[in-house]
């Protein structure tokens, strides 16, 4: 390799294309964890909003349970 009129020694050549592959493959690494994360975070928007709904039904159920028991017929052992 030459550029500007001087050699670059082999061994550098070398240590440079090393240097390249390792950088492509720390590119790809990068971008597979960001997709990770982008599934993840979606994952956890959907979960959210399952909790919510599960916790709006709770309480609808807590508040429709607290009725005065005059209200509710006896027992049949009465």
Same mark, same amino acid.
């Given at each position: 390799?030459?550029?500007?009129?001087? $050699? %670059?020694?082999?061994?550098?050549?070398?240590?440079?294309?090393?240097? =390249?592959?390792?950088? @492509?493959?720390?590119?790809?690494?990068?971008?597979?964890?960001?997709?990770?994360?982008?599934?993840?975070?979606? $994952? %956890?928007?959907?979960?959210?909003?399952?909790?919510?709904?599960?916790? =709006?039904?709770?309480? @609808?159920?807590?508040?429709?349970?607290?009725?005065?028991?005059?209200?509710?017929?006896?027992?049949?052992?009465?």
């Amino acid at each position: 390799m030459s550029g500007n009129g001087k $050699e %670059i020694p082999a061994d550098a050549e070398t240590r440079i294309a090393n240097l =390249e592959i390792r950088l @492509s493959h720390q590119d790809r690494t990068v971008e597979e964890l960001n997709e990770t994360i982008i599934r993840q975070w979606h $994952e %956890i928007d959907v979960l959210k909003r399952k909790l919510g709904l599960l916790q =709006e039904r709770m309480e @609808s159920v807590e508040r429709d349970s607290s009725k005065p028991a005059g209200q509710e017929p006896p027992p049949p052992h009465y």
